[in-house]
């Protein structure tokens, strides 16, 4: 079982919908967890951390966030072209401080 | 405010040369963590640096070493560099007092031959 499982995609979402992306987490004593956004042959950036449970949000993106699941999601709201890219997920463990990354899921949005 | 800076973009090497890429992190940050991102995937931590002293480090052979600067800054070493090295190395800088989120720089390109 990997650490950080993501859906590999790619992930096809109207432009003006809802992307709801999806990640799982091995370590229950994971306390940081992090969405990246990576566009092709560029580096991640960084959407959105969350450390509590619950939803957070900013601007389009919500992250959501439930550790008796070991379950984090990030959804984008009226999704754009510019949206496409590859979305990664990271969790840090307790023991220390090093990103762990699931795959990645594509997403594709289309006008 | 300057962000993480790599050099060089791209690298070209054959196999069994070695390699450095250098890093500075974002102003104000004194971590200094180093990944590969092989094409398609995550990328993998390789380790990480703190006070000039490597604090972690990920499933990577000793052909990788590294070193931290007074300034903060950051050198990866890849030695004996074989065919499967050939990926995006990234470098992330961070706080390592209270806060965990790490910031990427562009990325070293490495293509080995």
């Known amino acids: 079982q990997k650490e950080v499982e993501q859906n590999s995609g790619p992930l096809s979402v109207p432009e003006g919908a809802i992307a709801s992306l999806n990640c799982t987490y091995s370590?229950?004593?994971?306390?940081?967890f992090f969405w990246y956004r990576q566009y092709s042959g560029k580096s991640p950036e960084l959407i959105m951390s969350?450390?509590?449970?619950g939803d957070k949000e900013d601007g389009r993106f919500t992250a959501q966030l439930n550790k008796a699941s070991q379950y984090v999601s990030l959804l984008i709201r009226d999704s754009q072209p510019s949206d496409s890219a590859t979305y990664l997920c990271?969790?840090?463990?307790?023991?220390?401080?090093?990103?762990?990354f699931g795959g990645g899921t594509r997403v594709l949005v289309k006008p | 405010d300057a962000g993480v800076t790599q050099s060089p973009t791209h690298l070209i090497k054959t196999r069994g040369q070695q390699v450095t890429l250098r890093c500075s992190p974002k102003?104000?940050?004194?971590?200094v963590s180093w990944y590969q991102q092989a094409l398609g995937q995550g990328p993998q931590f390789i380790f990480q640096y703190y006070e000039e002293e490597e604090r972690q480090r990920g499933n990577f052979p000793d052909r990788f070493s590294g070193h931290q600067f007074p300034n903060y800054s950051s050198e990866l070493n890849v030695n004996a560099l074989l065919l499967g090295d050939s990926a995006l190395y990234l470098c992330a800088s961070s706080w390592g007092g209270l806060t965990d989120t790490q910031y990427f720089g562009p990325g070293t390109r490495l293509t080995v031959l």
């Open positions: 370590d229950r004593g994971s306390q940081s």
């Open positions: 102003s104000g940050h004194d971590t």
């Open positions: 969350i450390y509590s449970n």
């Open positions: 990271a969790v840090i463990k307790a023991a220390g401080n090093k990103l762990t």
